[in-house]
């Protein structure tokens, strides 16, 4: 199934999308609902939300007073935790039973306004955020909602801020404008990406890739879109993983490149990357067939030692290569230089922009870009490896050793992404059983 994490702050406009992917098909699993319903009378929760803020939170007919209650925890931190401390297990326990429950090949959309703030998205293929200016949002309070300005302030400082929503999220709603709006955005949301993601994890297949080599510029929300699946990747294959690290062009600031996310996932040997395989499938990374090495290079020529697995993207709304190799062997060796050799060097970055450019005109017209990258071959055998190895020998770059006892911790690099962010052997983001054990960049 297809797991989608919906958040937004207050007055956004996160109920109405709910609603409507509801309507569309998706399976709702509603936090605010479940939270009213594991503190109806009679129930664990609610007896021990007594026991914690005493009985002076019932009405007189044995249910919980939420005025009161949040008069009491609101702009008091201990007591809030306190209340949250009992209020989000049994929430989480109940969205688990929903989400078990739901069909194979469903939409679950988990409506959580504190997504971004307990930090959440790690578990969703998806984190989609609804998405309204400060300003809007105070108007809606004091309008349909009574609120004063300072109280409709108050609420929303109470919350993640929207810039840190806006950088968890891999889709945004814009809804500044009118219901009807909203309402078409949602649609086209669900036609274009949720509907055909969803049936792409249900048959485990990677999404279609019918675009030539269409460069783009530089983005630098690139590094941010690397972190989250980083992090998502890590949620869904707690063991076996040594490190994630962006890699590729999109990996190299100001470096104009296909629009498609490499990552390098690293493991001990290739039976650990076969034994991932179907974590990674379920996550939304499918294997994709028929890629097992990469091209050797002139200074390790043993294709024996090149071996790789290669998964894609199910996801039609993000390219992503995601390529599993042994650390410490060549590939992933080359991939990690490669990366770091480009950000350091002006000069091999300007000649490598050129080659792009240069292979992309001869295959302006291709529908995969299986021919842009096996033109590109040639530049990384006799220009980039030995140039690239040159500065090895000059600057003393080493790659990263990872301990028997821990795992990379990929939390914080200097491109936002990961520990070891790298830029290199990564196979065609096209056609990948045309392109064979290909090392193109993006």
């Known amino acids: 199934m297809l797991k989608i994490g919906l958040t937004g702050g207050i007055a956004s406009g996160k109920s109405m999308v709910a609603s409507r992917l509801r309507e569309l098909g998706a399976v709702l699993v509603d936090a605010d609902a479940l939270a009213r319903e594991v503190v109806e009378p009679g129930t664990p929760g609610l007896a021990r939300v007594v026991e914690a803020f005493g009985a002076a ?28 401390g009992i209020i989000h297990p ?6 688990a039973a929903i989400v078990a429950a739901a069909p194979a090949g469903a939409v679950v959309v988990q409506d959580i306004p504190l997504l971004v703030e307990t930090g959440q998205g790690k578990n969703f293929h998806l984190v989609v955020v609804v998405d309204a200016p400060d300003g809007v949002r105070i108007q809606r309070m004091t309008e349909h909602r009574n ?74 929300a690139w590094a941010a879109q690397a972190g989250r699946l980083i992090a998502r990747l890590h949620a869904a294959v707690p063991q076996d993983v040594l490190a994630v690290d962006h890699i590729g062009s999109t990996a190299v600031p100001d470096l104009d490149a296909k629009d498609v996310i490499d990552l390098q996932l690293s493991v001990r040997d290739l039976d650990a990357a076969d034994r991932i395989a179907p974590l990674l499938a379920d996550a939304g990374f ?12 002139p200074t390790h020529p043993d294709p024996a030692d090149w071996g790789k697995r290669l998964h894609g993207n199910a996801d039609p709304g993000r390219p992503v290569n995601l390529h599993l190799r042994a650390a410490g062997s060549p590939g992933w060796r080359y991939a990690l230089c490669f990366r770091d050799w480009l950000r350091a060097d002006p000069e091999a970055r300007a000649d490598y922009v050129a080659e792009k450019k240069r292979v992309a005109g001869l295959h302006e017209t291709d529908k995969s870009t299986a021919g842009y990258a096996a033109d590109k071959e040639g530049w990384f055998t006799d220009y980039a490896a030995p140039r690239m190895e040159a500065w090895v020998r000059r600057t003393g770059w080493q790659a990263p050793s990872y301990s028997d006892a821990e795992r990379a911790d990929d939390g ?15 196979p065609a983001s096209g056609s990948a059983s045309a392109v064979g054990p290909g090392t193109a960049q993006s």
Do not use: C, Y
């Not at 919980?64 to 201990?78: K, N, Q, S, T, Y």
């Open 57 to 84: 939170i019932l009405t007189s007919d044995g249910r919980l007073d939420r005025a009161r209650l949040g008069a009491m925890v609101f702009g008091d931190p201990e007591r809030l935790a306190v209340l949250n």
């Open 90 to 95: 049994l929430v989480r326990e109940g969205a």
């Open 147 to 220: 609120m004063s300005v300072e109280k409709a302030h108050a609420r929303m400082s109470a919350q993640a801020s929207r810039e840190n929503r806006l950088a968890a999220a891999d889709v945004v709603l814009e809804n500044a404008g009118t219901p009807e709006q909203l309402r078409r955005a949602v649609d086209a949301l669900w036609e274009e990406r949720l509907t055909p993601f969803a049936l792409n994890l249900k048959e485990q297949r990677i999404a279609p890739r019918t675009e030539g080599p269409v460069l783009s510029t530089a983005d630098p």
């Open 286 to 297: 499918p294997r994709w067939p028929g890629i097992i090495a990469d091209n050797p290079k």
């Open 412 to 426: 914080g690099a200097d491109d936002g992404a990961s520990g070891t962010v790298s830029g290199a052997a990564a």
